[in-house]
């Protein structure tokens, strides 16, 4: 009898639901492939969930994702919603969620196509043959840390990082260093930060148990600069929640376009699965988004989360061969395209790919 998966679904803001019915598209496609079956339940969460119950994250939401394998997240928020108190905020609804499902490693590849060297600001020769796992740490750190306050006067927040939290991350980093090129980079702020010595302390003893894993340390302002001086001396970088949000972002721009770059978010109970951009709210509705970061979020989810190995190799192997062959969305329209698509288009000719492969 063939598997069935119940996938929680949350399509949230701006370009989230186009976004997300392509990668959904795709799923279908590879789930017919390789005989398995998948079921949707979606939930709401951030702006959409305000604007229909009042919360950014709903008790049906939080109670919903946990009887879920995993969920499947688009995008949330925008200026409708930015002028909300702190707590009614569409980005609290994440942060909500992450901490609910403890989701405390968050897997973001910074991969360089070679159909899209060209896509990059820098130069082809400093980002052909870029592969960078950033493990952030995803529930802990200044992110959550207490004490927290505002007041007009004075304002402040906490980095805490306990022992545990430390060497969890630093297990999920080697473990994947294992499984790649056996290096890690550990970024923090040691010369300064009493959160940092700690970090670093922990990661080390934690190398000891992986003596195949060639471990250095960074500063995180360092890290920035070498990121984009030559991006190609990191295999796996972990770090930190805030440096692994900023650290992140900047090297999801070697790829060239940050549509391009999917993300897990894992723990030890369901996982959620999204692309790395936000929502988009300028470009909503228009068939312009690229869903690739969606469409490459749900292989992460296959791979990570459902243990569908083959299944999230056919998507990935689908992507290289969509761009290979020129199918570009607007966004990286500039670079090499034989043919301009729109979002459904993109997500049809994927998901054809995936079938005919
Ligand atoms: C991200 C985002 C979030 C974060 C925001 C939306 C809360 O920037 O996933 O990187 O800072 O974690
Ligand atoms: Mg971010």
Redesign the pocket.
Known sequence: MSKNYKIGVIKGDGIGPEIVDEAIKVLDSVAAKFDFNIEYKEFLLGGAAIDEVGVPLPEETLNGVKKVDAVLFGA??GPKWDNLPRELR???G??GL?KELETFA?L?PAVVYDELVNASTLKPEVIKGVDIMVV?E?TGGI?FGEPREYTPQRAYNTMVYTREEIKRIAKVAFDIAMKRDKRVTSVDKANVLEVSQLWREVVQEVSKDYPEVELNHMYVDNAAMQLIREPKQFDVIVTG??F??IL??AASMLSGSIGLLP?ASIGSKVGIY?P?H?SAPDIAGQGIANPIATIASAAMMLKYGLNELEAAKAIENAIKAVLADGYRTKDISAYDAKEIVTTTEMGSIIANYVSKA
């Open positions: 949330i928020g569409p980005e609290t994440l942060l992450r968050n973001r952030r995803l992110y929640n805030i692994g949000d992140s972002d993300s999204e790395i936000g």
